[in-house]
């Protein structure tokens, strides 16, 4: 049976703490890499290379385009990583880079005539597409919901509750208040309850 509402457990509280811990892991591994460790270079790297596609993949809405544009992420923290003190997690950094990566490349395509407009970027997304979200059994799918909200909900929604970043580093990322960011995760978990409830609705009897 399907839920309409998108409640917060325990099991949701759990898996703050768990993400970060592990965030604090990956933050270590990045101020080790800017000391010049290779094996955490790795670590740092192979720990949000799926993140950052995902994410990327997300805000370009061209998968084609989402493993250059990972690369070109990388690329760049690993070319600053001497300016990374840690003050912020090391996800939050790099997701910053990466949105900057995706800036960049729509002004460079701005000055090319566009090939495609189809926003495929599920195909994507739907690869790491994480299945233990309250609400989105039964068949579901998340990424059809989320598609229905606007692109700054869906990246706030994307950012706190699919990527499990905190408020303040989600604002960070999106560079916008963390107010604007709690103002558009509530709206888009409306939107999305919204959407549930109406999938629940019987089909009235054709007459």
Do not use: N
Not at 39 to 57: G, Q, S
Not at 151 to 166: K, N, S, W
Request: glycine share 4%; hydrophobic share 45%; aromatic share 6%.
């Amino acid at each position: 049976m399907i839920t309409s509402t998108l409640p917060v457990s325990r099991a949701t509280s759990e898996k703050s703490e768990h993400t970060a811990s592990i965030d604090a892991s990956i933050t270590a591994w990045a101020l080790a890499a800017r000391g010049g460790d290779p094996d955490a270079v790795e670590r740092f790297v192979r720990a949000l290379h799926r993140d950052v596609v995902r994410y990327v993949a997300h805000l370009s809405a061209d998968p084609q385009a989402a493993d250059d544009l990972a690369q070109d992420t990388f690329l760049r923290a690993l070319a600053g990583l001497h300016r990374f003190e840690g003050r912020s997690s090391a996800r939050a950094w790099l997701l910053s880079i990466a949105r900057r990566a995706v800036i960049d490349s729509f002004r460079h395509a701005a000055a090319r005539p566009r090939l495609s407009d189809t926003r495929d970027w599920q195909v994507t997304v739907e690869l790491a597409q994480p299945c233990d979200l309250p609400g989105f059994d039964d068949g579901i799918a998340l990424l059809d919901l989320l598609a229905a909200l606007p692109d700054d909900r869906r990246e706030a929604f994307v950012l706190t509750q699919v990527m499990g970043l905190p408020y303040a580093e989600a604002a960070e990322v999106s560079d916008c208040p963390i107010g604007t960011v709690r103002s558009r995760v509530a709206r888009a978990r409306a939107t999305l309850v919204a959407l549930l409830a109406e999938a629940e609705a019987p089909t009235a009897p054709a007459a």
